[in-house]
């Protein structure tokens, strides 16, 4: 049977002409393909993906490196080094891939990833390639502060509403953001202006779809007052008129400003973001107007899997709030009351300290390290340079161990009261009927602890009730 080879291209941003395009990459590697009398196996792409950046997910490498670590493929081929990798720690996980006698080839030769030789060969060029990376991104970042100290504007792809040299107005955009501000002010839905932008075939820049995050991010873009921002300080103007006035951009950023970061849960909705969809998305509350209201006279209102223009839930998910709310009550106070939850408890809480003790220990003396730097800076026996470099991974492990220990405190304390643990049904009946809304809601927490509440679809059959088996308890796969 023929070899058979894989290809994987790349391109670190769309649309730049100083990059070989992925489908020249394809056909170059296609006739290397066919100089090995092999045959083509997946062709893998990932089009404005950085590989000198970790944070950057790549979906076609992983799938790439998935079929050469399971055997799928003999290989792989590429047109250049650089265009797989630009880190040498992804590298390593191609010659460990490569042990059982894997093809790698680029344009220019072949790398024998089962001798010394080559694994050198094959480790150098991602250490250029790494170097190269390195130094352009020291090259930018000197050049963006030189131009903005100039007044003169940074960016790395067309901004929207602009022409590449990121001045000049393209007014047909323009007038599209100018409409999208007015909508805002106006107090039209965020959601709404995306699925209508969607809709009407309008693309960003770079030609993808809007989500309600690149909207925010356009809207609140200091470009479009003709203001020139670097570090987050105004340092220069654009010349010309600006898109926007600045009577409307001052309006703009007041609102915003205005507005708190996400929604307190209402005490109506108890549930609200408690309970998931069989999707897996939370469940939130609205009111019901136009149907018929509970029997006191209250408007009907119900918990739903809300469908949003991104990343939102199915829609087809709805259950009574009322009923909910009092099933999930006796269900917490059941769990509460079982002694074999009290001992759980204990022991979840034991465990909780476990895991606080050592970073408590590394949180102290992370900080006391950053003291004495500080002290040894104000007293001048260091320079801020080597300060910087000394703070910059301290500052980060600080906020690594504050960001762990407030998720372990976000876990209800379990109480270690005795009686309080040893309560009957009634007393936890009482604690509940007398607890505020978000003492409630913790209780549920405690209750539930690594588990969640799941609600299945309604079988309809004659007239609607409320079914009690469509409250499921589960494992949470996200909770560790």
């Given at each position: 049977?023929?070899?058979?080879?894989?290809?994987?291209?790349?391109?670190?941003?769309?649309?730049?002409?100083?990059?070989?395009?992925?489908?020249?990459?394809?056909?170059?590697?296609?006739g290397?393909?066919?100089?090995?009398?092999?045959?083509?196996?997946?062709?893998?792409?990932?089009?404005?993906?950085?590989?000198?950046?970790?944070?950057v997910?790549?979906?076609?490498?992983?799938?790439?490196?998935?079929?050469?670590?399971?055997?799928?493929t003999?290989?792989?081929?590429?047109?250049?080094?650089?265009r797989?990798?630009?880190?040498?720690?992804?590298?390593?996980?191609?010659?460990?891939a490569?042990?059982?006698?894997?093809?790698?080839?680029?344009?220019e030769g072949?790398?024998?990833?089962?001798?010394?030789?080559?694994?050198?060969?094959?480790?150098?060029?991602?250490?250029?390639a790494?170097?190269?990376?390195?130094?352009?991104?020291?090259?930018?970042?000197?050049?963006?502060?030189?131009?903005?100290?100039?007044?003169?504007?940074?960016?790395?792809?067309?901004?929207?509403?602009?022409?590449?040299?990121?001045?000049?107005?393209?007014?047909?955009?323009?007038?599209?953001?100018?409409?999208?501000?007015?909508r805002v002010?106006?107090?039209?839905?965020?959601?709404?202006?995306?699925?209508?932008?969607n809709?009407?075939?309008?693309?960003t820049?770079?030609?993808?779809?809007?989500?309600?995050?690149?909207?925010?991010q356009?809207?609140?873009?200091?470009?479009?007052?003709?203001?020139?921002?670097?570090n987050?300080?105004?340092?220069?103007?654009?010349?010309?008129e600006?898109?926007?006035?600045?009577?409307?951009?001052?309006?703009?950023?007041?609102?915003?400003?205005?507005?708190?970061r996400?929604?307190?849960?209402?005490?109506?909705?108890?549930?609200?973001?408690?309970?998931?969809?069989?999707?897996?998305?939370?469940?939130?509350?609205?009111?019901?107007?136009?149907?018929?209201?509970?029997p006191?006279?209250?408007?009907?209102?119900?918990?739903?899997?809300?469908?949003?223009?991104?990343?939102?839930?199915?829609?087809?998910?709805?259950?009574?709030?009322?009923e909910?709310?009092?099933?999930?009550?006796?269900?917490?106070?059941?769990?509460?009351?079982?002694?074999?939850?009290?001992?759980?408890?204990?022991?979840a809480?034991?465990?909780?300290?476990?895991?606080?003790?050592?970073?408590?220990?590394?949180?102290?003396?992370?900080?006391?390290?950053?003291?004495?730097?500080?002290?040894?800076?104000?007293?001048?026996?260091?320079?801020?340079?080597?300060?910087?470099v000394?703070?910059?991974?301290?500052?980060?492990?600080?906020?690594?161990?504050?960001?762990?220990?407030?998720?372990l405190?976000?876990?209800?304390?379990?109480?270690?009261?005795?009686?309080?643990?040893?309560?009957s049904?009634?007393?936890?009946?009482?604690?509940?009927?007398?607890?505020?809304?978000?003492?409630?809601?913790?209780?549920?927490r405690?209750?539930?602890r690594?588990?969640?509440?799941?609600?299945?679809?309604?079988v309809?059959?004659?007239?609607?009730?409320?079914?009690?088996?469509?409250?499921?308890?589960?494992?949470?796969?996200?909770?560790?």
């Amino acid at each position: 049977m023929a070899l058979t080879l894989d290809i994987y291209a790349r391109v670190s941003r769309l649309g730049d002409d100083r990059q070989r395009s992925t489908a020249g990459q394809v056909e170059d590697c296609k006739g290397r393909i066919e100089e090995r009398r092999a045959q083509v196996g997946d062709v893998h792409i990932d089009s404005g993906r950085s590989a000198w950046n970790p944070r950057v997910k790549r979906p076609d490498w992983e799938r790439l490196m998935s079929r050469l670590e399971a055997g799928a493929t003999g290989g792989v081929v590429v047109f250049d080094m650089a265009r797989f990798s630009r880190r040498p720690i992804e590298g390593e996980r191609l010659i460990l891939a490569a042990e059982r006698g894997l093809v790698v080839l680029d344009s220019e030769g072949e790398y024998d990833l089962t001798t010394a030789n080559g694994r050198k060969t094959f480790r150098d060029q991602l250490n250029a390639a790494a170097y190269e990376s390195d130094r352009l991104s020291t090259r930018v970042k000197r050049g963006k502060r030189v131009k903005a100290t100039r007044g003169e504007p940074n960016h790395s792809w067309r901004p929207f509403g602009f022409e590449p040299d990121g001045v000049t107005i393209r007014e047909s955009e323009a007038i599209v953001l100018r409409e999208m501000v007015a909508r805002v002010l106006a107090g039209e839905n965020q959601d709404h202006i995306v699925v209508d932008l969607n809709q009407r075939g309008i693309t960003t820049s770079t030609g993808g779809q809007w989500s309600r995050e690149s909207l925010k991010q356009l809207l609140l873009r200091s470009r479009n007052a003709g203001q020139i921002v670097h570090n987050g300080v105004v340092v220069g103007h654009l010349p010309g008129e600006s898109i926007l006035d600045d009577g409307t951009w001052e309006r703009l950023n007041t609102l915003f400003a205005s507005r708190r970061r996400g929604r307190p849960i209402s005490d109506v909705y108890l549930c609200s973001g408690l309970v998931y969809c069989k999707c897996g998305h939370q469940l939130t509350g609205r009111p019901r107007s136009g149907h018929k209201p509970y029997p006191d006279g209250e408007v009907r209102r119900q918990y739903w899997c809300q469908p949003r223009a991104v990343h939102g839930g199915c829609g087809r998910i709805t259950i009574d709030q009322r009923e909910l709310d009092r099933h999930v009550g006796a269900l917490v106070v059941r769990i509460l009351s079982d002694p074999r939850h009290a001992e759980a408890l204990e022991a979840a809480a034991k465990t909780t300290e476990d895991k606080r003790r050592p970073l408590l220990s590394e949180l102290s003396e992370c900080e006391h390290l950053a003291e004495e730097l500080s002290s040894r800076l104000g007293r001048r026996e260091i320079t801020l340079k080597r300060y910087d470099v000394a703070m910059a991974p301290l500052d980060k492990r600080i906020a690594e161990l504050r960001a762990e220990l407030a998720e372990l405190d976000s876990v209800p304390a379990v109480l270690a009261d005795p009686a309080v643990a040893a309560a009957s049904r009634e007393e936890w009946t009482a604690r509940w009927n007398a607890a505020t809304v978000t003492e409630r809601r913790n209780l549920i927490r405690q209750a539930l602890r690594n588990r969640r509440i799941m609600i299945a679809p309604a079988v309809r059959s004659g007239r609607p009730k409320f079914d009690p088996k469509r409250i499921i308890i589960e494992e949470d796969r996200h909770a560790e």
